[in-house]
């Protein structure tokens, strides 16, 4: 991105006959996981742009299965433990949306921790599918 660039949109527009959906976090580990978490299961990268990759391949699996595509994505949240890492977040989103102008709407929290043991990215997805 060159200066004063945004890497995201201020604002998208989205048609009332879209269907949304609403997908819950996810972070590094695998989406079908045990619950109370059993620490196998939840082991997780230290490299950020890693679990960043995990998370956003999580999220192909749930798009593909529901018939969309990161064309589709209108709004990310990302929950992270270290602002500072947003940078490289960033790079690797930028990854799965290659080739295509298309950039959803987006914001970043930074908070104290996350649910899963490790955990530095939780990341939240909406995505809307044209009904006709």
Same mark, same amino acid.
């Given at each position: 991105a060159r200066?004063?660039? +945004?890497?995201? /949109? /201020?604002a998208i527009s989205v048609s009332s006959t879209d269907t949304l959906f609403f997908m819950s976090g996810a972070t590094a580990? /695998? +989406?079908y996981h045990m619950h109370p978490h059993i620490d196998e299961e939840c082991v997780v990268p230290d490299d950020i742009r890693e679990q960043t990759r995990r998370i956003l391949v999580t999220f192909d699996e749930i798009l593909a299965f529901n018939g969309l595509s990161w064309r589709n994505v209108v709004k990310?949240?990302?929950f992270l433990t270290d602002i500072r890492e947003h940078d490289a977040i960033q790079e690797v989103i930028a990854e799965f949306f290659a080739g295509s102008q298309w950039k959803p709407a987006s914001s970043a929290v930074a908070i104290n921790s996350l649910s899963a043991p490790g955990a530095r990215l939780e990341i939240d997805v909406v995505a809307a599918k044209s009904d006709d």
């Open positions: 200066a004063g660039e +945004l890497q995201y /949109p /201020p580990i /695998p +989406l990310f949240t990302q």
